[in-house]
């Protein structure tokens, strides 16, 4: 009995495998360009806000006055970060900020929260 003879030649990939690959590495393309410009304005927040915590003068300003700077460079940056999303702990040590909030990305098919953590200082 004979082997069944291979649908394509030996080293060459059909043309449906290179169309799905193809079609994969749009996939994750679309995800990336929808989704990185979002992580990278939580970074900079994260930056933003440990700024604030790392001046020394900061550590007299009222809460209201830093929770109202956080919001606002959220805003700049398009993200949804309300005051009750800011958390400010003082210690002796220093100022702490927490900022938590969620963004919410519909893509199609599919919707996706996306949790975020931005912190520093004191804890």
Known sequence: MTA???ATAPGRLSRWRIAGAA???GVLAFFGLRLTPIYLR????????EEI???VENR????DLLR???VEKAAALDLPVKA???HIKRTPDGLGIDVRYIVRV???IYTVDLHFHPSAGAR
Not at 42 to 49: A, E, G, H, I, S
Not at 60 to 63: G, I, R, T
């Open 42 to 49: 939580n970074m900079d927040l994260q930056r933003d806000v």
């Open 23 to 25: 079609a994969v590495l």
């Open 60 to 63: 007299e300003k009222s809460d």
């Open 4 to 6: 069944p003879a291979p």
């Open 106 to 108: 519909d893509l199609p």
């Open 68 to 70: 109202t700077w956080v």
């Open 53 to 55: 915590t790392q001046r």
């Open 84 to 86: 009750d999303n800011v």
